[in-house]
């Protein structure tokens, strides 16, 4: 896998297909690669090339010591794209990755030709910063929980109940999760990423199209903390899909990608 260098670090990316670049930003925790399963397939099926990379802290990008910010990470996507020669290129974010995608629209309108936010945010409410307080502070403790409670942990937070609900899914997902227990724990430093404050204000300066993709049954991004991105950017669309959590690219890829793809075409 190759490297660039941006911000001090290394970050490793791959490409593929042809067409019109599309960057893809992952959220935390999570390996550039899970955008493989199901979005750069459909992605490059339409005609375009797909970028994915894997952020600070997740290897084998850099993991530096300490906590990192969402400065850092938008300085890091901010000198991937320039140092791949791919802007002003179409963006897609999801979470944290969101996130990114929104500063970097906002930072660095001269990058990015448009944006797709899916299960973002502009601000925590009370149960968000609590749950992200929980975390921090489980991790902090050095208390590591049994897999199959962790795993059991995830599903209830990031699936949607319409999964949960089908044995045969669950199963699948719960066996997943399980083996995957562990696995990001290079990724502490992104803890530190600040996804609490309020930027909506700062949204309104958001010069680039943009659209926002809901989750129904997302307990991490609730679709109204999603509204919340879509009202604050000048003439960002909303986009909610049913039956879906916090990973809805992965529980419903179809609907996403139509979603994704439909807006990258007129933008």
């Known amino acids: 896998?190759?490297?660039?260098?941006?911000?001090?670090?290394?970050?490793?990316?791959?490409?593929?297909?042809?067409?019109?670049?599309?960057?893809?930003?992952?959220?935390?925790?999570?390996?550039?690669?899970?955008?493989?399963?199901?979005?750069?397939?459909?992605?490059?099926?339409?005609?375009?090339?797909?970028i994915v990379f894997d952020n600070r802290g997740i290897a084998p990008s850099s993991a530096p010591p300490g906590d990192y910010t969402l400065a850092d990470?938008?300085?890091?996507?901010?000198?991937?794209?320039?140092?791949?020669?791919?802007?002003?290129?179409?963006?897609?974010?999801?979470?944290?990755?969101?996130?990114?995608?929104?500063?970097?629209a906002l930072e660095h309108p001269e990058l990015v030709r448009s944006a797709v936010l899916i299960a973002t945010r502009s601000r925590s409410d009370v149960t968000r910063r609590a749950l992200s307080r929980a975390d921090r502070t489980l991790r902090e403790s050095g208390v590591e929980l049994p897999a199959t409670y962790e795993a059991m942990r995830?599903?209830?937070?990031?699936?949607?109940?319409?999964?949960?609900?089908?044995?045969?899914?669950a199963s699948s997902w719960l066996e997943i999760f399980e083996l995957m227990t562990g696995a990001g724990r290079g990724s502490d430093g992104?803890?530190?990423?600040?996804?609490?404050?309020?930027?909506?204000?700062?949204?309104?300066?958001?010069?680039?199209?943009?659209?926002?993709?809901?989750?129904?049954?997302?307990?991490?991004?609730?679709?109204?903390?999603?509204?919340?991105v879509a009202d604050a950017i000048p003439d960002c669309d909303l986009v909610e899909i049913p039956r879906?959590?916090?990973?809805?690219?992965?529980e419903r890829p179809d609907a996403v990608n139509s979603a994704i793809i439909e807006f990258l075409d007129k933008n």
Not at 32 to 40: E, R, S, Y
Not at 82 to 98: D, E, F, N, Q, Y
Not at 194 to 199: F, I, K
Request: with cysteine.
């Open 1 to 50: 896998m190759p490297f660039v260098s941006t911000n001090g670090i290394q970050l490793s990316y791959q490409r593929a297909g042809s067409g019109d670049p599309v960057l893809l930003i992952m959220g935390s925790g999570a390996a550039g690669h899970v955008w493989t399963m199901h979005q750069t397939p459909a992605l490059n099926a339409a005609g375009y090339e797909t």
């Open 190 to 228: 992104q803890l530190g990423v600040d996804t609490v404050g309020d930027r909506r204000a700062a949204l309104r300066r958001v010069t680039v199209p943009c659209r926002a993709i809901a989750f129904a049954d997302d307990l991490v991004c609730p679709p109204h903390l999603v509204a919340e």
């Open 73 to 104: 990470m938008v300085a890091d996507t901010q000198g991937l794209i320039k140092a791949l020669g791919i802007g002003p290129c179409r963006v897609v974010g999801t979470s944290m990755g969101a996130m990114i995608a929104q500063e970097l």
């Open 154 to 169: 995830t599903v209830l937070e990031m699936l949607s109940p319409a999964t949960l609900n089908d044995d045969e899914a």
């Open 244 to 250: 879906c959590g916090h990973l809805g690219n992965l």
